[in-house]
Every structure is written in C-alpha cells, then in structure tokens.
Nanobody, 124 residues
C-alpha cells in the first residue's frame, strides 16, 4: 500500500523559506513521477512542481520557477520542495502526489496517490 506523508509546513513571513518533505513508502518508486500540488481556500488544486524519480528531471509551474526547487533522495525515498522568497499568495495546503511512469504530468487527475497535505501560511 502506497503511503505519502508530508511534513515541513508552517507559518512564515513573506520573503522567508520553508522546506517540505514527502516520505514515500509501500513500493519501489524508481518508475514513478512525484508531484507537489497546492490548494488555497475556495480555489482548485494546482500543480506546483514535479520530478521523475528515475532521472531527476523536473518541471515547475510558472509561479514556482526561480523560487521553488523540487528534489528527491533515493536512499530515503523522500521528495523535497524547497520554497524560497515566499509570498502571501503561496498560502495553501500543499500535497505530495505520485503517479506511475517515468514522465510528469500537471493535472491532479493524472496522479494515483496522495498525501494528507501540510499547511503553509505566509504572512505579509
């Protein structure tokens, strides 16, 4: 059974940084792509970033480019999202997701497994 457990959310001032972690378990993820999504109150869930586990290739939403970095640690079966220069509009619940296959997609419906989410709040 696949489990994704996020951690690292919290309250931070604008301009600050946070690092989110997603611990994955339940199977071998070498043929998976991992994504980070976020959902703010009253808004749809949106893509933030993704990484292909096998080769480390990445993709970012325009809102994340230059500020966020997604990475994975094969030994720890963990995916990270380093978020710098945070803005109040980054406030949301952040979710980790996994999909089978060695390429990333950006629509939530394309992902098979989800974590429970972690709250990120950026104050102005």
């Amino acid at each position: 059974q696949v489990q994704l457990v996020e951690s690292g959310g919290g309250l931070v001032q604008a301009g600050g940084s946070l690092r989110l972690s997603c611990a994955a378990s339940g199977r071998t993820f070498s043929n998976y792509a991992m994504g980070w999504f976020r959902q703010a109150p009253g808004k749809e869930r949106e893509f933030v970033a993704a990484v292909v586990w096998r080769d480390g290739s990445t993709n970012y939403a325009d809102s994340a480019k230059g500020r966020f970095t997604i990475s994975r640690d094969n030994a720890k079966n963990t995916v990270y999202l380093q978020m710098n220069s945070l803005k109040p509009e980054d406030t949301a619940v952040y979710y980790c997701a996994a999909r089978g296959g060695s390429y990333y997609l950006t629509a939530p419906v394309d992902y098979d497994y989800w974590g429970q989410g972690t709250q990120v709040t950026v104050s102005s």
